[in-house]
């Protein structure tokens, strides 16, 4: 007995309902969407501030070509040394106690601890609130009159402090407040970096008799040095655009003890209108972050 199969051998369709068109690369479909997002909201914003700085233009008038006028407009300028002055020592003050902090805590979080978990969890919440919310809270915390934070100096018998209506204590402040809430991230990271370090040049160290301070000076900190240079690049880019935390507790006072370049242009885009020596502004803000982030990362580069 014979058995016959037949198969269906006809030619399959040229193309599939839904697929590409034949000679379209799949990468521009799927590409597509994304780089029309980046060209409307990223690109297409920084041309047009250039654009901007090339102008003077006030809020409701027109366009008037000065060239670099606006640059040299902000080379004479004192509150533009001003806010740069304020912006790079809020950075330094905020960075160093950040990573030290962060180094501190996040070895301490290494080490076998029962209440290990628990602590990662209360150390999320810092960094996880919003900046708006963390402003407001110190705000009322170190109101001069009626503060908690003074009510408990005045207890322990220590003077009372003016914190953020102070000229000279305005910047350590606000660099503290950043540090409160943005080292439990560098705590993590360096968490990461400690719980990834190999265990044999520990072993091979105290075999010969190595100290626990030479172990973190020889080999642990050596060894953290590009896990610390990726929390420094993270927190650069924020430290030197600081804005919402100092908006809300200050708004670049008492005077201009606080005024940083982010709060200076804003003051200069939307309080006097000047838009066209706003983005100049912005955009000497975002040469200096780029130069820090190029700086950081090229040594974390050559380190590594």
Same mark, same amino acid.
């Given at each position: 007995m014979t058995v016959s199969h037949r198969f269906d051998v006809r030619p399959a369709p040229a193309a599939v309902r839904g697929a590409p068109r034949r000679g379209v690369p799949p990468a521009v479909w799927l590409l597509g969407p994304a780089l029309a997002f980046?060209?409307?909201?990223?690109?297409?914003?920084f041309l047009y501030a250039i654009y901007l700085s090339l102008n003077r233009f006030v809020f409701g008038g027109t366009p008037t070509f000065v060239g670099l006028g606006n640059y040299a407009a902000?080379?004479?300028d004192p509150l533009f040394w001003t806010g740069l002055r304020v912006t790079l020592v809020l950075y330094v003050l905020a960075l160093a106690a950040q990573l030290a902090l962060g180094l501190y805590v996040g070895m301490l979080l290494h080490r076998a601890l029962r209440a290990a978990r628990f602590?990662?969890?209360?150390?999320?919440? *810092?960094?996880?609130m919003p900046s708006v919310a963390v402003g407001m809270m110190w705000l009322i915390l170190l109101d001069p009159s009626f503060g908690s934070v003074n009510y408990l100096l005045h207890l322990a018998g220590l003077p009372k402090s003016l914190f953020l209506a102070s000229p000279s204590l305005v910047v350590p402040t606000l660099a503290a407040i950043d540090t409160w809430q943005w080292t439990p991230f560098v705590a993590l990271i360096v968490l990461g970096g400690l719980q990834s370090l190999p265990a044999d040049p520990y072993e091979a160290a105290v075999v010969d008799g190595a100290s626990p301070a030479q172990l973190f000076r020889?080999?642990?900190l *050596?060894?953290?040095r590009p896990s610390l240079l990726a929390a420094a690049i993270l927190r650069s880019v924020d430290l030197l655009r600081f804005f919402d935390t100092v908006y809300?507790?200050?708004q670049g006072g008492p005077g201009n003890a606080s005024t940083t370049l982010n709060i200076y242009a804003y003051q200069q885009g939307f309080q006097f209108f000047e838009l066209g020596y706003a983005s100049a502004l912005m955009l000497v803000l975002l040469l200096a972050v780029f130069a820090v982030v190029t700086g950081l990362t090229t040594l974390r580069r050559a380190i590594a």
């Open positions: 980046v060209i409307v909201l990223t690109v297409f914003p902000m080379l004479r602590l990662r969890t209360i150390l999320l919440a *810092p960094f996880a020889f080999i642990t *050596p060894l953290l809300i507790t200050t």
